[in-house]
C-alpha cells in the first residue's frame, strides 16, 4: 500500500503507512515512521536495490522538470550569453583587459571593439567573431570559459544565468541538488550552489512518481526482508546491552561477540529499512570487541610473578615501566623510597625497546585494530580504495575529464564509464552519473604503477571525498612497514599483570587507555618477557645515570 493512497488535495497530503517525512539525498533516502515505541528512522542506499534507484532517478527528473525555476542562479557555461551582439564595454575598463592581454588600450579598441554613441569616443561593443565573443573558448567537454574571465567588463559580471539564453542541461540541474525533504505536500530543496532552500508543493504528477519510490521501499519490508531482519535485531539488541553492562563474564562476552557477528552477517544483505539500526547496533558491538579482543589465542592467567614486583636486583624493586617515543619512566623502590625517574633510551637498550614497540604495533593491527587509527588521516598508496569501492561520479566529473583528456564527453563515457547497456545500479539519483571501469583485476582503470593516481589532479569529487586511514587503507601494511602505525601510539604503560596502550584512538574516543592482561597474551607475554630480561641487566647503569 503506497503511503500517499488516500490524499486530499486541499492544501496538504496526508501520509498513510505511519511514515511522517521523507529526506533524500544523491545516493540515500530516509524514511521518518511512525511506530508503537516512537518515532523510527529508516536509511536506504539507492545501491543496494535497482529498483529503487530507479524510481527515485524518475522522481528527481520529474521534480527538476516541473521546477526549473529554482535553478536561475547556475550557470551551466553553454556560452550563449557571450553570442550576445551588444557586450558593452566601457573606456574605464580598456587598461585592465589591455594589460591582460599585453597590448596597448589603443590596440584592444581597435582590434575587439566597435565604437558606441555615448560621450566617450572609447567606450564600445565588442566585435562578434564567428557569431561570439572572441574571448570565448570552447572546451573538449563541449562547454565554455572566458579567457578574460578575470577582468571581464560588467556588463558580463551583471548578466544573469537566469535569461532565456541560458542552455542548462537536466544533468547539471540534477547534480545541483543537495538534498531535498518531503513532508505533507512540500517539498524543501537545498542547492549546492546557493546553499539556500526552496519550498515547492507537490503536483500531482510529482506525488503519483514519490508513490512508485514508496511502493518500492515498501516491499523490502516483505518477510525476506524486513520480518526475519527484524526479528533478528531485536534479538540481538538487549544481548549487546547486556554485554555493555558487563551482566556476563569476560568469557561469555567474547563468546557472545562471535556469535552476534554471524548473526549480523546473515542479515546484513536484507537490512531494507532497517539499515540505520543496524550500523547502530554493528558500532556497537565493534565497540565491545575493541575492549576484549576476539582474535588472539589465550594461555592461561598466571602471573609472572606471585608479587607485585616488574624486576627485582639490588638494590632496586621496579614496580612500573611506561614508554614514551623519546624516553621511559621507572617507576621503582629504593631503600623503602618511591621513586620514578624519566630515563633517556641509550645504545644499549635501544634495539630492544624497538622490537617490543614493533611487537605492540602488530598486535595492535591484527587484533584491536580500530586503536591504531590515524588521528590526522595518511594515505599508504594501498590501492584499497581504488579497488573495493564502485566509483559513480557525476556529470561534471565525466566533463572534467574530458577537458583535461582533450577528447569529448561521449568519448570519455566510451572509454572510461560502465556502458548503460550493462545495467549496472550507479547507487545515485542523478541518470548522468556513471560508474568508473576496472581491469580485469577489478582496479579501477586510472590506477598506474605503484597504485598511484593517473588523474589525481583532477580526480571525481567521490575521490576527493574519501578520507584515508580507514581500516581497510592500512590493514594490509606488512609487518616490516610497522613504524607508520608505530607513530600512533602516545604511550605504553605495564606493570606485573596489566599492560596499559594510549594511542591517538583511544584517546580522542575512549574514556581510558586500552588496558589489557598482558598474560593473556602470547605475544604480549613473549615480547615483555624479553624487554624485561634486556631491562634487568641495564637497570642499575640506567638509574644510576638518571
Given at each position: 500500500m503506497s503511503i500517499l493512497e488516500n490524499r486530499t488535495f486541499n492544501g496538504n497530503i496526508y501520509m498513510t503507512g505511519n511514515y511522517k517525512k521523507i529526506s533524500a539525498r544523491a545516493n540515500i533516502i530516509t524514511l521518518y515512521k511512525e511506530s508503537p515505541g516512537g518515532q523510527e528512522m529508516f536509511t536506504i542506499k539507492y545501491i543496494e536495490n535497482r529498483r529503487l534507484q530507479e524510481k527515485i532517478s524518475e522522481f528527481i527528473t520529474?521534480?527538476?522538470?516541473?521546477?526549473?525555476?529554482?535553478?536561475?542562479?547556475?550557470?551551466s557555461q553553454c556560452g550563449n550569453c557571450c553570442r550576445r551582439k551588444n557586450i558593452f564595454l566601457t573606456s574605464g575598463e580598456l587598461f585592465p583587459l589591455a594589460t591582460h592581454l599585453g597590448i596597448t588600450e589603443e590596440k584592444f579598441h581597435s582590434t575587439y571593439l566597435k565604437e558606441g554613441e555615448t560621450w566617450s569616443p572609447c567606450d564600445g561593443y565588442i566585435k562578434l567573431s564567428d557569431g561570439k565573443c572572441p574571448f570565448l573558448e570552447k572546451k573538449p567537454s563541449g562547454r565554455y570559459e572566458c579567457k578574460i574571465y578575470i577582468n571581464r567588463p560588467l556588463d558580463c559580471v551583471s548578466f544573469q544565468p537566469s535569461s532565456e539564453l541560458c542552455k542548462k542541461p537536466l544533468f547539471d540541474l540534477i547534480e545541483q541538488i543537495q538534498s531535498l525533504e518531503i513532508e505533507n505536500d512540500k517539498v524543501r530543496v537545498l542547492l549546492w550552489n546557493t546553499m539556500e532552500i526552496y519550498e515547492r508543493t507537490l503536483t500531482t504528477a510529482l506525488i503519483e512518481k514519490l508513490s512508485e519510490v514508496i511502493n518500492v521501499i515498501e516491499a523490502l519490508n516483505l518477510p525476506a526482508g524486513g520480518k526475519e531482519t527484524k526479528e533478528i535485531l531485536d534479538r540481538i539488541e538487549p544481548v549487546i546491552k547486556c554485554l555493555e553492562e558487563r551482566k556476563t563474564s569476560i568469557n561469555n562476552v567474547i563468546k557472545a561477540i562471535n556469535i552476534l557477528k554471524a548473526k549480523f552477517q546473515e542479515i546484513w544483505d536484507k537490512r531494507g529499512i532497517y539499515d540505520n539500526k543496524i550500523?547502530?547496533?554493528?558500532?556497537?558491538?565493534?565497540?565491545?570487541?575493541?575492549?576484549?579482543?576476539?582474535?588472539?589465542?589465550?594461555?592461561?592467567?598466571?602471573?609472572?610473578?606471585?608479587?607485585?614486583?616488574?624486576?627485582?636486583?639490588?638494590?632496586?624493586?621496579?614496580?612500573?615501566?611506561?614508554?614514551?617515543?623519546?624516553?621511559?619512566?621507572?617507576?621503582?623502590?629504593?631503600?623503602?623510597?618511591?621513586?620514578?625517574?624519566?630515563?633517556?633510551?641509550?645504545?644499549?637498550?635501544?634495539?630492544?625497546?624497538?622490537?617490543?614497540?614493533?611487537?605492540?604495533?602488530?598486535?595492535l593491527k591484527n587484533h584491536f585494530t580500530s586503536t591504531i587509527e590515524n588521528y590526522i588521516p595518511k594515505c599508504y598508496n594501498c590501492g584499497k580504495c581504488c579497488s573495493i569501492f564502485t566509483v559513480c561520479i557525476a556529470p561534471s566529473d565525466i566533463r572534467r575529464l574530458a577537458d583535461e583528456f582533450n577528447i569529448s564527453e561521449e568519448e570519455v563515457r566510451k572509454k572510461y564509464i560502465v556502458s548503460p547497456e550493462e545495467n549496472v545500479n550507479t547507487g545515485y539519483w542523478n541518470p548522468g552519473s556513471g560508474i568508473i571501469k576496472k581491469t580485469e583485476e577489478k582496479i579501477c582503470v586510472f590506477m598506474k604503477k605503484g597504485n598511484l593516481c593517473s588523474i589525481h589532479p583532477f580526480k571525481p569529487g567521490i575521490c576527493k571525498q574519501y578520507e584515508p586511514g580507514k581500516r581497510q587503507c592500512y590493514t594490509t601494511i606488512d609487518d616490516d612497514h610497522y613504524y607508520r602505525l608505530l607513530s600512533n601510539i602516545r604511550a605504553v604503560t605495564f606493570n606485573n599483570q596489566t599492560i596499559s596502550i594510549i594511542t591517538d584512538y583511544t584517546y580522542e574516543n575512549f574514556p581510558g587507555p586500552l588496558i589489557l592482561n598482558w598474560y593473556d597474551y602470547p605475544l604480549l607475554k613473549n615480547s615483555i618477557e624479553v624487554i624485561l630480561s634486556k631491562l634487568k641487566k641495564n637497570l642499575p647503569d640506567l638509574l644510576a645515570k638518571s
Open positions: 520529474s521534480f527538476v522538470e516541473y521546477f526549473p525555476d529554482i535553478f536561475t542562479s547556475y550557470c550500523r547502530h547496533l554493528w558500532v556497537r558491538l565493534s565497540n565491545l570487541e575493541n575492549e576484549y579482543g576476539t582474535n588472539s589465542p589465550k594461555v592461561s592467567k598466571t602471573p609472572l610473578t606471585s608479587y607485585s614486583d616488574l624486576i627485582v636486583t639490588h638494590p632496586y624493586i621496579v614496580k612500573e615501566i611506561t614508554f614514551f617515543p623519546e624516553s621511559m619512566n621507572i617507576n621503582y623502590y629504593l631503600e623503602d623510597k618511591n621513586l620514578t625517574h624519566s630515563v633517556k633510551y641509550k645504545k644499549t637498550i635501544l634495539k630492544s625497546i624497538r622490537k617490543f614497540l614493533k611487537d605492540i604495533t602488530i598486535f
